[in-house]
Every structure is written in C-alpha cells, then in structure tokens.
C-alpha cells in the first residue's frame, strides 16, 4: 500500500533531557507529555558513587551538564530540564541558578532544572508550607529542607527512607505510607522528591485522600519544561495541571482540621524500621490501602538498603 499521500510524521517539539547515569524511569516522563512533544533523553556519565549528597555534586557539576546538553543541541530541542532533585538542590538556590546558566550557556536554549520547577510550582498553587517525602538518608533530606528554607518554604513535616540505591523499586505502598507519615502542620501541599521514584499513579489518589495539591519531581520538571514551550502536561487529575482538580477535593482544607494537635512538629524522624521498608504504619485504625487502588500493594522493592553510613539496614 503507498503511504506517502500521509507526507511523513507530523511536526514535533522537542523537550531534551539530562537525568543522572542510574536513572530509571523513562517511561514515567513520557506519560505527562502531550502527543505533539518528543523527549530526547540523554544521560551523565557513570561514577561509582551511591545516592548521597557526594553524588549529588558530581553529576551536577558545570561540565558534566555542558557536555550532556551540547550532545542534545545535536536533536535541537525547544528547551533542555536537568531532571535530578537531589543534584539542582544540594547548592542551594544560587547553585541551582548557576546550572541553569551553564546549560543556557552550553546549548542557547532555554533551561531549567527539577529543584527550579519544585519553586516554581509551588509559588503556581500558592504553597508556602509543604509537607516533604523522599526516598534518600537523612543527611540529603536535610539538604532539600534548607533549599527550600532559601526559596521561602517551609518544611512543616517530612518522612524519609534512608535509600542510596535501586530507588526506581519502590513501591507505590511506600510512598503512600510516607505521605501519611509526613502530612502534619497544616501544610498547603505534599512534595514527593527524587526522580528515581515513581509518583505518576500515586498523585491523584493521595490528592484525594489528603485534601491538598500532591507534587513530584518528575511530574514539576514535566510541567515546567512544556510550559516554556506552550505545551501544557497532560495527567488524571492533578492539581498543578488541572485547575478543576486544584479546586476539587486538592483545594479543601478538611485534612488540617483533622490532624491530631500532638503531631505539629517541624520535622518527622522515622524510627529504624521506616529505613528498611518506608514510613511507620499509620495507626491500628487505619490500614494502608484504605481508599488506594488495588495496584498501590504490588511493587519490586528490593533490599538490604542501605543506610546514611553507607552499610545495610537492619
């Protein structure tokens, strides 16, 4: 049969991509891009170093990223995105906008990272008290809180899992205990960091459970690199892409009035336990897939994981 009446693929804009050397959700990304959008992924080169805030500074030096957009010029996308939480925020704010100009500099395209789009999504939703979760140790936690603290936010509660690797395995049921887990002060928002963690499904159940806008890192670097194109991101009801749901059940207010006046804390610490497996159980009365999709028990997760000193958990 002759095709050639159809004149060929229709035009497409291109979103490159500079995501760290262990990074494994690929797929993910593509799901908030619109048809008319292709991502040209590339990646950093491999170091022997696990999730850390040592890592972190390597696969964001100047250079590394120089190198990784020139290679992306080659496809000449629209806009380049650094997609990596840890490394745009382990600088701090002026680091963060150093990158950006190193990118800007290396390709003359418009640039942005995942800690930029994290700011900038929250100032969207009008959000200056966030929840936080992540998959990483202590110590790179801490360093996201401070990013924050420099861009005006606070951190009224936080759950962690002490990972430095195989992060890509975590089960959708870990993410939803450590939200449960972190959710106290009366935040505006959750943010889920890491762009090895998979967040797409999980947003739009726990938006509904919590009663607030649910971001994730994948999910702002998304947004914010179609939005310097004209593109919007496309997902099921989420707050930061679609103002009916910021206006639903992500707008009310119910869940501050119902957290228990004991659990105002500035941070949460999980014990040892939430190390191993995710966040602690949240309570006798209430069991963790009430109200969740039957998908969010299954996951890969795998152990031992290791802990800040970098030997395993146990």
């Not at 992060?167 to 993410?175: G, S």
């Not at 939200?179 to 998979?198: H, K, Q, Y």
């Not at 869940?255 to 659990?263: D, G, K, M, Y």
């Not at 963790?288 to 028990?297: M, R």
């Amino acid at each position: 049969m002759d095709v050639s009446f159809l004149g060929g693929p229709q035009p497409q804009l291109g979103v490159g991509v500079v995501a760290p050397f262990d990074f494994a959700l690929d797929r993910e990304l593509w799901r908030w891009v619109p048809d008319e959008v292709s991502l040209h992924l590339t990646r950093t080169p491999f170091v022997p170093v696990e999730v850390s805030l040592d890592l972190a500074r390597l696969v964001s030096e100047h250079e590394t990223l120089h190198e990784a957009v020139r290679a992306l010029s080659a496809v000449a996308p629209e806009v380049v995105a650094y997609a990596c939480t840890s490394g745009s925020f382990v600088g701090g704010v002026a680091g963060e906008r150093a990158m950006c100009a190193a990118m800007t500099h290396a390709g003359e395209l418009p640039s942005l990272t995942t800690s930029g789009a994290l700011l900038e999504a929250l100032h969207e939703i009008g959000a200056r008290r966030v929840a936080v979760v992540t998959p990483y140790t202590r110590s790179v936690t801490d360093s996201l809180g401070d990013y924050l603290g420099e861009g005006g936010i606070t951190v009224t509660g936080r759950a962690y899992l002490g990972l430095t690797r195989h992060i890509w395995k975590v089960p959708y049921r870990d993410v939803v205990d450590m939200a449960r887990e972190a959710v106290v002060g009366s935040p505006d928002a959750l943010f889920i960091s890491c762009t090895n963690l998979p967040t797409y499904d999980v947003i739009p159940q726990l938006e509904a459970e919590l009663r607030m806008p649910v971001l994730s890192a994948n999910q702002v670097t998304m947004w914010a690199a179609l939005r310097r194109i004209g593109a919007q991101a496309v997902g099921p009801y989420q707050a930061l892409l679609d103002p009916v749901a910021r206006s639903g059940p992500a707008g009310m207010s119910a869940f501050s009035q119902s957290a228990p006046v004991a659990e105002q804390v500035a941070e949460v610490e999980p014990g040892p336990e939430a190390a191993l497996a995710g966040a602690a159980s949240p309570g006798p009365d209430l069991d963790p897939g009430d109200g969740l999709d039957p998908g969010f028990a299954s996951g890969l997760g795998e152990g031992p994981y290791l802990d800040d000193t970098g030997g395993p958990s146990v």
